[in-house]
Each structure stands twice: as C-alpha cells, then as structure tokens.
C-alpha cells in the first residue's frame, strides 16, 4: 500500500518545485511508523522515469480515479527530501492560488514491482496530490508571496539550482564548511579534555579513600588490640593466673563485642560475660607473681582446665540474630 505524505511546494507560474517527501520520521494511523530516509530519497529519484513506466501524474486528491491537472516532471534528491518538479494545467494553478489546495502529498512505495518483468526495482513515486488534510504534522501550507511566488516556509532556493543528492561524504560531514568543522573540533577535544581530567579525579579519589579506609582499618585492629591487652593484663594485675588470660585472649582478638544469649533468655556482651566469671577464679597475690617458689604452689592444671572451659564457655553460646 503506498504512503502518503504532504510537502510544500515553490512555484513560478504554472511549474512547481516542490520537497514532497522531508527527510525525517513519523506516525500514522495507517500506516504505522513512516520514515524517510536519505537511502529512500536518492533511491526514488534514481527511480524516477524508470518505474513505473507513465510519468507520476499530479492529482486532485488521492485515488486512481482523481483528475490529474498535470504531470510530475523531475525528482531531485537533496539533503532535507525529495523535491519534485511538476507542471499543472491553468485552472489548478488557479485554484492553488485562490487556496482551494494548501497542501501536497506525494504517494509512493519503497519496493516497487516491475509490471513487465516481475523483478523488485526499489523505491517508486507513484503520484503527488493537491489535499487540504496533509498526513505530516510539520507540514506547512503554500502560499503566496507578495512577489506572486509560490514558497516553501523561509526557502527562496532557485528551481533551476538543484541541490545534488546526498552522498556518503555529506552525511559524515566532509563536505561542511571547514571553519564549521574546526569549530566542532575544537569543542570535541574539549569535551574529551574535560572527561579525561573528570575521569583522573576520579581515579585519583577513589585512591584516597582506598588508602583512607585501609588507615581506618589498621587504626581499628590496633585500638582492639590495646582493649584486649589491657584487659588481660587488668584480670592478671587482680590475681587471675597468666594461664588463663592467655586461653582467653584469642576469643577476645576474635570478637569481644557480640552478644551472647544466655539460657535464661536474658543477653550480656562477652567482656561482661567474662567479667562475671573471672571475678569468681581463685586469685593469686601479686606477690607470689614470678616467684618459682609460689607458683609451684598454685594448681597449675586446673587452671589450664579453667581457662580451657572459659573460653569453650565464650565461643559456645549462639550470637543472637
């Protein structure tokens, strides 16, 4: 089913030029996305003369039974469409100057059949229609300038001037004027300069903040380290046997802060669990502390077993969720 599209038009007495088919993307209830490439437009122009084989009649209206005032002449493919020279008889001409028509829409089809051979030629024009409901919201209205010229928007572009089709350089740009293409440089290596600084910051933050949190982490172990110690060292000072600190020092290294649930339902915290049980070991003077003689004379076993059952006592209750 061709798709129909509307265009403005330029005109010089009797003979319009006119961009039918503007380079972009739509919607259409009927048809679903609509869009118009630069491929589709330098395809319909090389097509032009060749398929179909009648010259594209310009119509009042869309449909194979419309009047036809005129013929479409030419196909031009430049950068913004399709534009197309046609030649109508004195009473359309007339009637688009009276604003009977405001719009034209051209009818096409991207994959055109040959009728003769059978064989798939591409993208055809079809016709172009005088309407007044074009289908392409960007679509303006012809009109008159006050010189009596039919115009396209701001276009005063000459009909005997073409532009030629796009081609691959003028789509990367090669073609753009070069003081505009150095301009575009210029910000590119900008924009690139501006990342790579944002990006070595970047890099440069994350760093610190590596080496900030690995300090952190030192400063963390050491402190627990020095709690631990003074700990042990608080417990031996009132007499609790050197022996069983040092069973109870790795639990401490471990984890002292986790709470413990005792059996009773109620919780405690693992140095006060420990503190509780310490208070209870039987002490030794701080006298009797390095002395052969007198710790001979302390239970040395059992307070190996003492210590073993404290710290089974400390890593066996369960951590509360």
Known sequence: MPELLTTQAISLSEELLYNALPIGKFHDPRYGEVNITPDLVTGLAA??????????????GHGDGAPSPGVVKEAIAKPDGLYLRMEVDDKAAEEIRNGRYRYMSAEYTPDYTDKKTGKKVGAALLGVALVNQPGHPGVKPLFLSDSGAWEQGESTEPMNDPA??????EKGGKNMDPEKIKELEAKLAELEAKNKELSDKAEESKKLADA?????????????????KAFCDGWVGKGVPPVVMDKIR?????????????????????????NDVLGSVPKISLSAMGDPAAEAKVEATKAIELGDNIAACANGPKEEE
């Open 47 to 60: 097509n032009m003369g060749k398929a179909p084989s009648y010259p594209p009649p310009v119509k009042i």
């Open 250 to 274: 790795p639990v401490l290294m471990a984890d002292d802060s986790k709470v413990i649930k005792l059996s009773d339902d109620k919780q405690t915290d693992l140095k006060t669990l420990l």
């Open 164 to 169: 030629p089709a796009p081609d691959d350089n």
């Open 212 to 228: 900030s949190e690995a300090e952190a982490e030192r400063l963390r172990k050491a402190k627990h380290e020095a709690d631990v």
